[in-house]
């Protein structure tokens, strides 16, 4: 059918051939052709279902919690460890922690100025220590919940088996923990914040006056056109290589600015140049192509004729831009921006060359601090064998979906917000 | 100033005649203003765009001077070979034992701190020049071992198929190997299914369709690389385990995280491709049609064929995509460079091995650290060249029309 006209194309049908007795043969081809089209198009859809499912997998689930002392024989005259006054919760700390480890609580904030709540964490956590000895992901527990409990129940008697959501408000506001209980995105997440507000305060002025050069000043001249040809090629490299670069530029050759002994602020947890200020530039440099690509197309599309009115009224090349250009090219510069801000956020392998710490538990205090980041903190949870850090690392994984499901919704709305503009 | 050039003007109108002094302060006053900030705005701006180079340039600065020092590093290789007697520091011949690695005159030898260039050679008898290279010559005890220099060849480099830095082994093979590998299965399930949803977007779908399925791809594509690592380990590789066997799928392997790449770089494929294909005017199907094809041989035998020059840009920017990609590698395709053609095994990539090296403590000047560079650069070249060819064929064969 297909074959036999395909010879000379469809264009020569030769006299003898039965064009009538052939269509409903070329139209069965084109009808299967056509379901295979759109089956390739629902795997597509299929992919993207499988995984949010299978994070959703990891994210939630039966956790097995084991306590390594029961919180019943903690109970003084019969009142329940977490109704138990602050005083007595003390008490019960100090006679279980060693002497050493009770002297560092005290040191760290003195136990009788916290909060009863904070006391009964600590208990919880250094006395009670629950620890999760096995974990069964959502679906597996969605279609033999049976067969999990009982499983469960053989393997680890005495472990209480519940529901577990591994994202949760905790998580969200906890310190990187080496227990993965404990562990939470804090550190990672405010590392993101300052990593991308550096990118950004670095990548966006460059960007756009790169943009504006090129759109509005630049001749058509040898120089130009290199400079033009280089940014779509910068655009194509991976982004591994720019880890290398910032790893060789900005943390060795620089390692004295961007760890902050020019300005005299060494921050005594910096190892050498692997600060945020590094990570910060690196991407920065990383997005800076797409940027500009991005504000040159919104630079473009201001229509021409308003240019010419302006400076048909006498003013100058930059009065023009400043006033008329980028206003005008704005909305679509900001969408461009937060286009390639969400890569930067979801970046990883340039920052795990510049030097990321795989374990910090202080918050970062500014750009010489040394720094984790959201996605460099999955990767890490990842790569570790026991299933909790992958069931944390799902949960990040949300958070980080969050983020960005935010951002990128911001660039919707914005486009969509000023794409009907008044010269379609 | 304007003013009074429209006065001048309109008097030298009235007044032709007035004479050349007129005409000249007409002139002066419609001449180009300096504007000094308009200058310096102008120069600041280029400055900007001057970035782009100097990136580039710091690229080949850090790479390629790092490749440098990884090619001419000296490497001291175990000779093997003892010193029977002790020599002092001015006796110009060593007396060596037998066996261990031939020597040659010319070649730099090593005993404790102390350099020494081989002079002659007779059987275990060497004599040598001492304190070669700035070194102090120095008493040496009998018993103590010899070390050779050694440098990283090219031609080892390009050729060999063991990568151990630590125990001198530089062959780049397995870790092109594992990349080539990982790249050819993605494209493998990127290009027909990328090619056919652009097909399909472009020819087939109703404008409800697209408005569907052109949010799920930029969804797709805006999902972090990491996020497909964890995808790739925990559901791709558990999913070929079951279909194929536990025995012989390992847990780390090349083949579910090359098909996760391909899912990774399909959005780009498709919309690259779509735009290729929208881009062949109307004319073209409305002539195919009036021909009495149908819909499908519009598709396959006019309207692909227009566009063929945007979808191989497409492909290979693709296979660009699919080298450089690292997070996915990283997660799901194992730890260690492994020469082998069997996707099912655990194999490292060029950049997998990049991540995996500089994510420990690394310290400056060690091997490692140069050796990533070197890695690095050979990828830096494969994705230069590959990008250069796509736009190279964008620019040669587009069909243009009208």
Not at chain 1, 12 to 18: F, L, N, Q
Not at chain 1, 131 to 142: D, K, M
Not at chain 2, 49 to 60: K, N, W, Y
Request: proline content about 4%.
């Amino acid at each position: 059918m297909a074959g036999r006209n395909s010879a000379h194309g469809l264009l020569v049908t030769s006299p003898d051939e039965d064009f009538a007795d052939n269509l409903p043969g070329r139209h069965r081809t084109a009808k299967a052709w056509q379901i295979v089209l759109q089956a390739s198009t629902v795997i597509g859809i299929v992919v993207l279902m499988a995984l949010l499912l299978n994070i959703m997998d990891g994210a939630f689930g039966y956790a097995a919690v084991q306590n390594k002392v029961a919180p019943e024989t903690l109970a003084v005259d019969g009142i329940a460890l977490e109704d138990l006054p602050k005083e007595q919760l003390i008490e019960i700390l100090q006679a279980n922690v060693s002497a050493g480890l009770f002297r560092r609580f005290e040191s760290e904030k003195p136990l009788a100025e916290r909060s009863r709540e904070e006391v009964y964490d600590l208990v919880v956590e250094r006395v009670v220590e629950p620890e999760v000895v096995g974990t069964w992901p959502l679906f597996e527990l969605l279609l033999h919940r049976a067969d999990v409990l009982a499983e469960a129940a053989e393997a680890f008697p005495g472990a209480e088996v519940r529901f577990t959501s591994w994202i949760n408000p905790q998580f969200a506001v906890s310190p990187q923990s080496a227990n993965p209980e404990q562990a939470g995105v804090r550190t990672a997440i405010l590392g993101s914040l300052w990593t991308i507000a550096i990118t950004i305060g670095f990548a966006f002025p460059l960007g756009v006056g790169a943009a504006i050069y090129l759109e509005e000043y630049a001749t058509d001249n040898r120089l130009n056109r290199i400079i033009q040809t280089n940014i779509n090629n910068l655009a194509g490299v991976p982004s591994i290589i720019y880890g290398m670069l910032g790893l060789a530029v900005f943390v060795r050759l620089l390692g004295s600015l961007t760890s902050g002994q020019v300005f005299g602020l060494v921050d005594p947890t910096t190892a050498n140049g692997r600060t945020i200020l590094s990570a910060g530039l690196t991407l920065g440099l990383l997005i800076l192509p797409l940027l500009i690509i991005n504000a040159q197309e919104a630079i473009k599309a201001v229509p021409g004729s308003l240019r010419q009115a302006s400076f048909g009224l006498g003013a100058t090349r930059w009065q023009t831009i400043w006033h008329h250009v980028l206003p005008n090219a704005m909305p679509g510069i900001l969408t461009g921006t937060i286009l390639a801000m969400s890569r930067a956020i979801g970046e990883t392998a340039p920052l795990v060359v510049v030097g990321a710490s795989t374990f910090i538990t202080v918050d970062p205090s500014g750009p010489f601090s040394k720094f984790t980041t959201l996605p460099i903190q999955i990767y890490q949870w990842t790569a570790r064998p026991q299933d909790e850090f992958r069931n944390i690392a799902a949960a990040a994984i949300l958070v980080l979906l969050a983020l960005l499901l935010t951002l990128n919704a911001t660039a919707v709305l914005l486009r969509n917000r000023y794409s009907r503009r008044r010269y379609s | 100033m304007q003013n009074e050039a429209t006065m001048a003007t309109s008097k030298a109108a009235l007044r032709a005649d007035a004479g050349a002094d007129v005409r000249a302060d007409v002139r002066l006053a419609l001449r180009k203003r300096r504007r000094p900030h308009e200058t310096v705005i102008h120069g600041l701006l280029f400055l900007c765009g001057a970035v782009s180079i100097l990136t580039t340039l710091g690229i080949a600065f850090g790479l390629v001077q790092e490749s440098l020092s990884f090619f001419t590093r000296e490497l001291w290789e175990d000779a093997n070979k003892r010193l029977v007697v002790e020599v002092d520091a001015h006796a110009g011949t060593l007396q060596l034992s037998s066996g261990g690695l031939d020597l040659e005159p010319g070649a730099v030898i090593r005993i404790d701190d102390e350099k020494m260039r081989i002079v002659q050679m007779e059987s275990e008898v060497l004599t040598v020049e001492r304190g070669f290279q700035g070194t102090e010559a120095a008493t040496h005890q009998a018993g103590t071992g010899l070390f050779v220099s050694d440098r990283v060849s090219l031609i080892e480099f390009f050729t060999g198929t063991k990568w151990n830095p630590q125990i001198g082994q530089f062959g780049i093979w397995p870790l092109v190997v594992s990349t080539l590998r990982t790249s050819t299965i993605a494209v493998l399930v990127a290009m027909p299914l990328g090619l056919s949803v652009a097909i399909y977007l472009s020819e087939y779908a109703s404008s409800r369709a697209r408005s569907i399925l052109k949010p799920v791809l930029e969804v797709l594509s805006g999902i972090p690389t990491v996020v497909y690592g964890y995808f790739a380990l925990m559901f791709m590789t558990q999913l070929l385990r079951s279909l194929l066997g536990a025995d012989t799928v390992q847990i780390y392997n090349t083949a579910s995280a090359g098909i996760v790449i391909g899912i990774l770089i399909l959005p780009l494929v498709s919309s690259m491709s779509e735009d290729a294909l929208s881009a062949v005017p109307r004319s073209l199907r409305e002539g195919a049609y009036a021909m009495g094809a149908t819909k499908w041989e519009t598709a396959v035998k006019v309207v692909v064929p227009a566009a063929l020059s945007g979808i191989a840009a497409a492909f290979i920017v693709s296979i660009s995509r699919a080298i450089g990609e690292t997070m996915i590698v990283a997660i799901a395709a194992g730890a260690g460079p492994n020469f082998t053609l069997n996707p099912f095994n655990a194999a490292e990539t060029m950049t997998g091995h990049i991540v995996r090296i500089s994510g420990g403590d690394l310290s400056y000047d060690s091997i490692d650290y140069n050796s990533i560079f070197a890695i690095g650069l050979v990828l830096f070249l494969m994705t230069l060249g590959l990008n250069v060819v796509s736009q190279r064929i964008v620019r040669r064969f587009r069909e243009v029309y009208e």
